[in-house]
Structures are given as C-alpha cells and as structure tokens.
C-alpha cells in the first residue's frame, strides 16, 4: 500500500509546533511606534532569547505577548498574535486567563511581603484551591521544580523578604509555576543577580524548558548563547535576525546583528 514516507525520528523531533504566532504586529505609545511588523514564531518548550540596545523594544515585545503592556492608557497595537492558534486580540478573548498561563517574571524579584508557602499559593487560592493538602503539594512540588525546595523546606512560613535575591527570584518562577503556565515571560530575570545566582537561575531555565516555553529578554550575549535555541534581534522596534541561536552567534546574516553580539555598538 501507498502512503507516506516515514519520519525519521529527527525530523520529528523537528516538528514542534509554535505556541505564539506573531504576524505584522505594530505597536505605538502614543504617536511614537516601538514595534514595527514583527513576525515571529515562538516554540513549543524551547527557550527564546530576546536581544537589542537599550530602548529596542525588547520588554515590550514580551509584555505583548501577555497584553500587559496594554496596561498603559497610550498603547495601541495593529497585528495578529496567534497563541494556539487564536488571535489574542480578538474581542471575547479570555485575558485573565491568558495571564495565568502564560506567566511572567521581572527583572527585579518581586515577591508578595507574605511567608514563603504563601507567595508561592497565592495564584492556587485564587483560583480557588482551598484544600490544605493539596496547596502543600502544590507548593512543595513549585518550589522543587523552580529549585528552591531544599533552601527553605524548613522555613516556609519565614518572609520572603528574607531570602536573598537569587532565593527571591527563584520564588518568583516558582510562584509562576504553581498556576501550571505553559509559557513563561522572563524579562532580564538575572540582571539583579550576582554570578552565582545568575549561574543557578541559569541551569533552571535549561531544566525547565523541558516541561515549559520560554521567552527571556537578555542584555548578556553569554547567556543567550549559553541557554536559548533561538535568538531574535532587535533595533528600534525592528526585528532585525531571527534563527537557531548557534546560526545567530556563529554566522549573523546581518551586518547590524553581526555588530551588536561582537560588541560594536549597543
Ligand atoms: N510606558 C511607556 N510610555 C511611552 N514610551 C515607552 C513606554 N515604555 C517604553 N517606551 C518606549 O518604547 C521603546 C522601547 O522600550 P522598551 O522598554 O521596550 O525597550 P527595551 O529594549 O526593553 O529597553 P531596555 O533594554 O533599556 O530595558 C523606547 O523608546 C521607550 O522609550
């Protein structure tokens, strides 16, 4: 019988699909536009590296794909993002509940002035968990995935406040990780962390991307080219190179790309 030639298993490997698919997106504060038709296609549980001079428009790419940045009165955006396939502007589309899957971790840790049990099920309770077992599971299973567990299985109901920064940022992602996200937003998560704690937050994206899309906004090259697969450069709101992050930092098909990973400008 005919039929179709089998895969090999490579090329079924290569066969992920994108989880956001972003076409001809603009997007203006007020008069002044900070995306110029963006195209781009996000991968499932792969790590994006988002990279650019000051001002390119890096953070607000990634507050787009959660319609944060729409937060700010000014903003209007043009386009279509696609996140499993339904445009996330379309009218009738649930915003609260793509906030919730896909999740977002700042620059600067940001935990709740709560215990560290309670920052992590927070979102749980919200979204109405009440049993206490479960919320312990819940919690116990976040934090050992975001890879804080053993740090502070014997003070959850100390402050939060009281980790350090690097302790304070993984609570965050594990914060994150207990309302079950399929996409995290991480917008330069290790800027405000020393070289160790950036080196831990480091190996945990590379563990998480196992189980989770990610999108990182990064002014170190060493780290995109250390934990992404794909790089998309960025320069006054233009995307300029997008591709494997090895074709990116080995052979730039841009001569600005090429400028900016060897440090010419940026
Ligand atoms: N709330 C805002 N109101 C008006 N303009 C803004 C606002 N936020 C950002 N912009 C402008 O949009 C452009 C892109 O800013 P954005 O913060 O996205 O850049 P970035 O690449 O993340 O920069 P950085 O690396 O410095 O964080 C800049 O020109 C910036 O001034």
Request: charged share 25%.
């Amino acid at each position: 019988m005919g039929g179709l030639p089998l895969k090999t298993i490579n090329e079924l490997k290569d066969e992920k699909k994108a989880i956001f698919s972003i076409k001809n997106l603009n997007l203006w504060y007020g008069n002044d536009q900070a995306l110029k038709n963006i195209n781009i296609d996000i991968m499932e549980k792969e790590v994006t590296a988002i990279i650019g001079p000051s001002g390119c428009g890096k953070s607000t790419f990634i507050k787009t794909l959660n319609r944060m940045v729409e937060m700010i009165p000014i903003v209007k955006t043009s386009g279509e993002i696609l996140y499993h396939g339904k445009n996330i502007f379309d009218k009738g589309f649930g915003v609260e509940e793509l906030r919730t899957t896909v999740g977002m971790v700042f620059q600067k840790p940001n935990p709740f002035p709560k215990s560290i049990y309670e920052n992590v099920v927070y979102g749980p309770k919200i979204h109405g968990i009440k049993d206490k077992r479960k919320l312990m599971e819940i919690a116990e299973e976040s934090l050992k995935s975001a890879a804080l567990w053993d740090e502070v299985k014997d003070r959850l109901n100390d402050n939060a406040y009281g980790l350090s920064g690097g302790q304070q940022q993984r609570l965050c992602i594990a914060r994150c990780l207990a309302i079950q996200p399929d996409v995290l937003l991480m917008d330069e998560p290790t800027s405000a962390l020393d070289p160790i704690a950036t080196h831990r937050v480091e190996g945990l994206i590379e563990e998480l991307k196992n189980h989770y899309t990610i999108v990182i906004v990064t002014h170190s090259m060493h780290q995109a080219a250390r934990i992404s697969d794909n790089t998309a450069f960025f320069l006054s709101g233009d995307l300029i190179e997008f591709g494997k992050t090895q074709a990116i930092f080995s052979k730039p098909r841009d001569k600005r790309t090429e400028d900016y990973i060897t440090g010419r400008f940026g």
